[in-house]
């Protein structure tokens, strides 16, 4: 059975779930985020139209998001290891448009640090 966690790059468990099971929290040490905007280029933004206009997935567009996401993610990460944590529960994943005509993406993520 896969884990219902992953570890990030500097080996921090990330979990959307509230706690670990079986690995509990013994200590709580505060709310801790990511934040990551990208911009996405005129080339890009080209070709996305074209994809959609005849159907299929915008492949650069998920690279950049993908990419967009693990940073984010590493971000928050950071912040929970300079708390003294070693894992980031409750995390929360989200994507807003901004700038004119929605020409930039941000990814935000947010979560609690815990020591386990």
């Known amino acids: 059975m896969a ?13 959307t779930t509230p706690t670990l099971e079986q ?3 013994k200590e709580y040490l505060g709310i801790v985020t990511g934040e990551v ?8 933004d080209l070709f996305a139209s074209i994809t959609d206009l005849v ?4 492949g650069q567009y998920e690279k950049v998001l993908g990419r967009a996401r693990h940073e984010a993610i590493e971000d928050m990460t950071e912040q929970a290891r300079a708390l003294g944590g ?16 929605g020409s930039m ?12």
């Open 3 to 15: 884990s219902p966690w992953s570890t990030s790059s500097d080996g921090i468990i990330v979990s």
């Open 55 to 58: 159907g299929g997935r915008s």
């Open 86 to 101: 070693n894992a980031v529960v409750g995390v929360d994943i989200d994507y807003e448009v901004l700038g004119q005509n």
């Open 105 to 116: 993406l941000m990814v935000s993520v947010s979560g609690t640090a815990i020591r386990i």
């Open 23 to 25: 690995r509990p929290a």
């Open 37 to 44: 905007i990208v911009g996405a280029n005129l080339f890009r």
